[in-house]
T-cell receptor
Framework: NAGVTQTPKFRVLKTGQSMTLLCAQDMNHEYMYWYRQDPGMGLRLIHYSVGEGTTAKGEVPDGYNVSRLKKQNFLLGLESAAPSQTSVYFC???????????FGSGTRLTVV | AQKVTQAQTEISVVEKEDVTLDCVYETRDTTYYLFWYKQPPSGELVFLIRRNSFDEQNEISGRYSWNFQKSTSSFNFTITASQVVDSAVYFCALSEALGSARQLTFGSGTQLTVLP
């Protein structure tokens, strides 16, 4: 099925550990986004990409890095996880010139 | 900078009641898009509607209706004859057409509980 796939769906990390969240889309979309969702705060933009090889900071980028080496994949990295990064992470994509965003099903990350 | 405010944190109604979810937005762009998403307890985001800033016609889809008023920068969502399955968190969001990122900016969400 076409869409946005996030891997993994759940993860528990210890403080200080690192991990990478993978977002993959098969719709040839140019734009990709990483959001985090925290209770009472809606979704906030972490980083985004407007095309292969490009990335930029969003509203809450600290503690995260991203890469978009291939157009279909957008990776979100946590180099040294902190409890404050406990959240649900959503990836989204959209094509150029269209405002039809497609969201992944989310990754629930807990940092203990 | 764009901003979306959903002042109602939680709403509780009894089944079959009508309920309106408020959304107020701020933007300096003249071209923008407004959205509503539903997030049921399962956690995924379900797209409900998209509206561009040049189309102020109200829209009705079954029990759902949306009232867009540019004069008050509001894009309110009404559920008529609510059902238990409508229980979810509802997000209003805005995307400015001219920004480089063209990202969605979300409100903080309204938790709707429909009681049987």
């Amino acid at each position: 099925n076409a869409g946005v796939t996030q891997t993994p769906k759940f993860r528990v990390l210890k403080t200080g550990q690192s991990m990478t969240l993978l977002c993959a889309q098969d719709m040839n979309h140019e734009y990709m986004y990483w959001y985090r969702q925290d209770p009472g705060m809606g979704l906030r933009l972490i980083h985004y990409s407007v095309g292969e090889g490009t990335t930029a900071k969003g509203e809450v980028p600290d503690g995260y890095n991203v890469s978009r080496l291939k157009k279909q994949n957008f990776l979100l990295g946590l180099e040294s996880a902190a409890p404050s990064q406990t959240s649900v992470y959503f990836c989204a994509s959209r094509p150029t010139g269209d405002w039809g965003y497609t969201f992944g099903s989310g990754t629930r990350l807990t940092v203990v | 900078a764009q901003k979306v405010t959903q002042a109602q944190t939680e709403i509780s109604v009894v089944e079959k009641e009508d309920v309106t979810l408020d959304c107020v937005y701020e933007t300096r762009d003249t071209t923008y898009y407004l959205f509503w998403y539903k997030q049921p307890p399962s956690g995924e985001l379900v797209f409900l509607i998209r509206r561009n800033s040049f189309d102020e016609q109200n829209e009705i889809s079954g029990r759902y209706s949306w009232n867009f008023q540019k004069s008050t920068s509001s894009f309110n969502f009404t559920i008529t004859a609510s059902q238990v399955v409508d229980s979810a968190v509802y997000f209003c969001a805005l995307s400015e057409a001219l920004g480089s990122a063209r990202q969605l900016t979300f409100g903080s969400g309204t938790q709707l509980t429909v009681l049987p």
